[in-house]
């Protein structure tokens, strides 16, 4: 069956390292793979989006890296803020099965802690 | 900037009663979305609509589920009789026709306790 690890329930780093988050996934071929933001009681906020043929993808302080041979998206956030504490979460859209337009499928998050 | 809006932001109910859980999508968009997440665990799939019909759904959203469009803004899910397991945050997401990277758009959810 289809399965999406974040394999850090929780991370915690320094202000102003780099925060280095991890998804792998298995029996699935996807088409996009997003990072979310989501802060406690909230719905989750689109960060990037990946695609299959993409090996990497900045935006401002952030970067993925979508490795299909390996089945793994790495996140990075450099210079990290304590305002970046949040769970990230990723999710994989497309692939096979004739899956719908836009259905996600999402790992359990990444809680991140960013200290003083 | 539009963003989705969710009523109400908690709803409390009695096992066995239905709720109807509302969102108002972002006016241009197409695609919409339901999901939910159980405390604790991941977002899970519910649903998802497009030309007012269902274009696929979990195998969560049993019969006792059911959404509508009712009108050009609502987007509704309407849970029939309430199980204590349907507790969670209900989210609502959409996709904008003109978004080059399948960016959902989620609301800020409804927290809904089944007593």
């Known amino acids: 069956s289809q399965k999406i690890e974040q394999n850090s329930e929780a991370l915690n780093i320094q202000e102003g390292k780099t925060a280095t988050l991890t998804c792998n996934y298995t029996n699935y071929s996807p088409a996009y793979l997003q990072w979310y933001r989501q802060d406690p009681g909230r719905g989750p906020v689109f960060l990037l989006l990946?695609?299959?043929?993409?090996k990497e993808k900045r935006k401002e302080r952030l970067k993925v890296t979508f490795d299909t041979t390996l089945k793994q998206s790495l996140f990075h956030i450099t210079a990290s803020q304590p305002a970046d504490s949040a769970t990230y979460l990723c999710?994989?859209?497309?692939?096979?099965?004739?899956?719908?337009?836009?259905?996600?499928?999402f790992g359990q998050g990444t809680i991140l802690t960013v200290h003083p | 900037e539009p963003e989705v809006t969710q009523t109400p932001s908690h709803q409390v109910t009695q096992m066995g009663q239905e709720v109807i859980l509302r969102c108002v999508p972002i006016s241009n968009h197409l695609y919409f979305y339901w999901y939910r997440q159980i405390l604790g665990q991941k977002v899970e799939f519910l649903v998802s609509?497009?030309?007012?019909?269902?274009?696929?759904k979990s195998e969560i959203f049993d019969d006792q589920f059911s959404v509508e469009r009712p009108d050009g803004s609502n987007f509704t899910l309407k849970i029939r009789s309430t199980k204590l397991e349907d507790s969670a945050m209900y989210f609502c997401a959409s996709i904008s026709p003109k978004s080059s990277y399948n960016e959902q758009f989620f609301g800020p959810g409804t927290r809904l306790t089944v007593l």
């Open positions: 999710a994989l859209e497309g692939g096979a099965g004739g899956t719908s337009y836009g259905k996600l499928t």
């Open positions: 990946i695609r299959e043929n993409e």
């Open positions: 609509f497009y030309n007012n019909e269902i274009s696929e």
